[in-house]
């Protein structure tokens, strides 16, 4: 069993930051891999960025050189750094674990004026 526990998320003002936390409990595989997706209104859940255990990253398209994702290993927790935030990247956003493909609750990310 793998638990992921969101946290970060909130109301930021477009051009603003915010920095989400994944931390991960339970049975986890050295070779484990993490990311994040997101769920906007009405739309489709989506994949916004990924590292590997070798630390190798991968992003989407729509948040390349706005987000970085890193990861800190002896805490068990996945960051994701969100700069330049847009009215359109507001979701919830969920922290993913493979292999096993666990998921956490998400948290709830809102960008407006």
């Known amino acids: 069993q793998v638990q992921l526990v969101e946290s970060g998320g909130g109301l930021v003002q477009p051009g603003g930051s915010l920095r989400l936390s994944c931390v991960a409990s339970g049975s986890i595989s050295v070779n484990s891999a993490m990311g994040w997706y997101r769920q906007a209104p009405g739309k489709q859940h989506e994949f916004v960025a990924r590292i590997f255990s070798a630390g190798v990253t991968t992003y989407a398209d729509s948040v390349k050189g706005r987000f970085t994702i890193s990861r800190d290993r002896a805490k068990n927790t996945v960051y994701l750094q969100m700069n330049s935030l847009k009215p359109e990247d507001t979701a919830v956003y969920s922290c993913?674990?493979?292999?096993?493909?666990?998921w956490g609750k998400g948290t709830l990310v809102t960008v407006s004026s």
């Open positions: 993913n674990l493979s292999p096993g493909n666990w």
